[in-house]
């Protein structure tokens, strides 16, 4: 007993809840649009290169008009000065946008070196370049992304033609119109649409043709074909053919997974890959998704965050298709009484096993019939017995929230990823984690890599769980270990060793 | 003989007169009777809400509660006050099939009279689709209605609540057996429900929906052939369980099956 007790006083105790001084502002108000419900994205860069990761939020702003009126409904960029002191850098950066916006996709898409961005929005996506003196400029005008004022939740920076340079998918929702947006009733009071009172949408891709210059390929490429409800975006080499495929959550209707064919086309496989819904056949209201290899087999697997008694289901990759896991594993035990978001594959007790970290709350409003119980709490689920299982932790030191965004970042260099999370009209919040372990760090500055770190496998993308992205360095907890080999696959490259590396350094291959 | 015929009509119409014959016709419970004088009341004098809520109370009792139910609003729109005859409102919406609208003057009610207004108000959060609620006011209506409480629980999705209940009780009906099982199936797994929603089929196969549960929880348990005649008849009215049909179809060995099946279950979900 005095063991278990110990254990609990030192999982609980490995957390320090730090709030941010910005708070999402959705504009919810007597009459629910549908967007007030969606905000929540998070991007974590270093913008500056001072080794620090840095903090960006994209906002709302007025509805319906999706128009920001006001400073608190900025965008907003935190600077790390380090010892989790942050200084808003937005109006210098040029960041604080225009419209109603989700989620940020950061990645160097022009291959100089920095860290841009690109912000996705009820109307539309803003692209930032990063010019490295502190100012981003929006190029989005002459870049050629234009996502035609769809509403976009989010997607991922891929180079799915392997030319060198990150193309980008665009996740997109659905059509939404004020006008037409019926004042919806749960149990007699306003809340929120479910997703069938909304028209599809399909998903967009643009190839980097260089020099700053995009081109639609989006029906070339097949993925127009398909209209879903699409909430997130997880790109891997999920068949290892060395080409990155992509898997979109979608809202109600059957997920997607585009198979890169290596030719420029994709083909949408997800029944044929398990992946469409789970075993019950009914399609979840899949949000935010992650991929990485949490079982050691150096495939890419899949976990997505859905509502209350649609568990959070995980899929390990078997080469030629996905089982779900959420039953051995006891993931589907533990999550089917939580709603969530954001959700990350993260080893966040350096024990050399990948955690699951995830943002919850109900996708209903707090002022609904169900409000009382639609603030939840941030869960950390522990991986056991090399991955066959998974454990409920302590509750992380935060009050219920209706928490969105979730990413796993090692914020102040110690090791240790921290948890940046969001929530609805509530303080942004850092988790300061102080674990034990050894870890090393992989500053792969290109997506798509494939590192292998002992037994451990990853891979680099900077977009994770709900609307959110991390260009940070790829992580492994190491354990005991003091030395590890390294291998880092580079998709038509030969394969890079790093024997005998030493734990606890940021390898720059 | 006229003006004798006249005083008594006269005397006859004295509101004061009426209210005393309506009161004893009350009394003796002659509802009709009842009913009429308070008619003749409300006629004499339409702005005092006494008589339109002893009509509605007249109506009431004689079981006519639709028609008590205006005379009862009336009255609570000119005393809006909380008071007892909420009950008899929100009873009377009750029993009229207005389970919604009975749900705010039993919630009234609840608060002054606990005892008599937790079933009603239970009935109308049932009947109004909001099961938590309900679930917890059969719950608090005593043990008799711990059966309703845990269905309401089910319904709500609330599986630990609902387990705690049906662990309480001991019925054999398929019904309980497949709410049983299917809850358990949430808060246990597949291998802790088999045995109820084999009991629930065995009790009555044409419960397709125990049918599914028990075709997934097979399926989910490796008994992927076991589950396939109860997934074939279980599909037919839920489309849904063709993804897990055509998953058992394929572990099975039979791929046209599986892909015919998974074909049409894409067509029903409409991706294509």
């Known amino acids: 007993m005095l063991r278990i007790v110990l254990a609990l006083f030192a999982a609980a105790s490995q957390w320090q809840s730090i709030p941010l001084p910005f708070t999402l502002a959705t504009s919810e108000g007597a009459r629910k649009h549908l967007p007030a419900t969606m905000p929540g994205g998070i991007a974590v860069f270093d913008y500056d290169g001072d080794g620090l990761l840095d903090l960006f939020f994209p906002n709302g702003a007025d509805l319906p008009s999706g128009r920001k009126t006001s400073p608190r409904q900025n965008n907003i960029l935190l600077h790390n000065m380090g010892g989790f002191r942050f200084e808003d850098r937005t109006s210098t950066a040029k960041l604080a946008g225009a419209g109603y916006d989700f989620a940020a996709l950061a990645a160097d898409y022009d291959n100089d070196g920095r860290v841009d961005l690109l912000v996705c929005g009820l109307r539309g996506v803003t692209l930032y370049r990063n010019y490295g003196n502190g100012v981003f400029e929006d190029v989005t005008a002459t870049s050629g992304i234009d996502n035609r004022g769809r509403w976009s939740t989010g997607g991922v920076w891929l180079d799915y033609d392997r030319d060198g340079d990150l193309d980008l998918f665009l996740v997109n929702y659905v059509r939404w119109d004020p006008a037409t947006e019926p004042p919806c009733k749960v149990e007699g009071l306003a809340d929120f649409c479910h997703p069938r009172y909304f028209e599809p949408d399909a998903n967009a891709l643009f190839r980097n043709e260089g020099g700053g210059r995009f081109r639609d390929v989006s029906i070339e490429s097949g993925i127009a074909a398909h209209k879903g409800k699409g909430m997130a975006a997880a790109s891997a080499d999920f068949d290892l053919d060395g080409y990155p495929d992509i898997f979109v959550t979608n809202d109600r209707v059957l997920n997607f997974f585009f198979r890169n064919l290596g030719n420029g086309r994709f083909e949408e496989r997800a029944l044929e890959w398990g992946v469409a819904a789970p075993a019950s056949g009914n399609p979840p209201s899949a949000m935010g998704v992650d991929a990485q290899d949490y079982d050691h087999d150096g495939r890419f697997d899949l976990i997505y965050t859905a509502l209350r008694d649609e568990t959070f289901p995980l899929y390990r990759n078997r080469g030629s298709d996905f089982e779900e896991t959420g039953l051995p594993t006891k993931l589907d035990l533990l999550t089917r009484p939580m709603a969530g978001w954001g959700i990350a594959f993260a080893d966040l007790d350096n024990d050399g096993w990948r955690d699951i970290a995830a943002a919850r709350s109900d996708v209903l409003s707090i002022t609904g019939p169900r409000g009382a119980t639609a603030r939840e709490p941030l869960s950390w689920f522990r991986s056991t017995a090399s991955a066959k299982r998974f454990e409920a932790t302590p509750a992380l030191p935060v009050p219920p929230q209706m928490y969105r965004g979730i990413v796993a970042a090692d914020m102040n260099n110690d090791g240790c990823l921290d948890l940046v999370a969001t929530a609805l009209q509530a303080p942004v919040r850092i988790l300061r984690n102080t674990c034990r372990g050894n870890w090393l760090k992989i500053a792969a500055t290109k997506t798509g890599v494939r590192v292998r770190v002992g037994d451990q496998w990853g891979h680099t993308s900077t977009s994770v769980g709900y609307a959110s992205s991390c260009a940070c360095p790829l992580h492994f907890g190491l354990g005991d270990a003091a030395t590890v080999d390294v291998e880092l696959f580079e998709p038509g490259a030969e394969p890079r060793r790093f024997p005998s590396t030493k734990a606890n350094q940021t390898l720059v291959p | ?272």
């Open chain 2, 1 to 272: 003989m006229f003006v004798i015929a006249a005083f008594a009509l006269l005397f006859a119409q004295d509101p004061a007169t009426l209210s005393n014959q309506a009161a004893a016709a009350m009394r003796a419970q002659r509802f009709p009777e009842a009913e009429s004088l308070y008619r003749k009341l409300v006629a004499l004098e339409p702005a005092n809400p006494m008589w339109r809520m002893n009509l509605g109370l007249a109506l009431y009792s004689s079981g006519q509660y639709a028609k008590a139910v205006p005379e009862l609003e009336a009255y609570h729109k000119a005393k809006p006050e909380p008071g007892p005859l909420h009950l008899v409102l929100g009873t009377a919406l009750l029993k009229s099939e207005k389970p919604c609208p009975a749900v705010a003057p039993l919630e009234v009610a609840q608060r002054w009279d606990k005892e008599r207004a937790n079933l009603p108000l239970a009935d109308a959060y049932f009947g109004c689709k909001r099961y938590a609620l309900a679930a917890r006011a059969y719950e608090a209506a005593g043990s008799s209605h711990a059966r309703r409480a845990a269905h309401c629980y089910w319904q709500a999705r609330q599986y630990p609540e609902a387990k705690r209940l049906y662990q309480s009780l001991q019925a054999t009906d398929a019904e309980f057996l497949y709410e049983f099982g299917d809850t358990l199936a949430r808060t246990d797994g597949p291998e802790a429900a088999l045995p109820h929603l084999r009991r629930a089929v065995e009790t009555n196969p044409a419960l397709i929906a125990a049918r599914g549960e028990l075709g997934k929880a097979l399926l989910a348990t490796g008994g992927a052939a076991a589950s396939i005649p109860h997934l074939e008849a279980a599909a037919t009215a839920d489309p849904a369980l063709l993804l897990p049909l055509s998953r058992a179809y394929r572990t099975t060995g039979r791929t046209t099956d599986a892909d015919r099946t998974q074909e049409k279950y894409r067509q029903h979900m409409g991706t294509k």
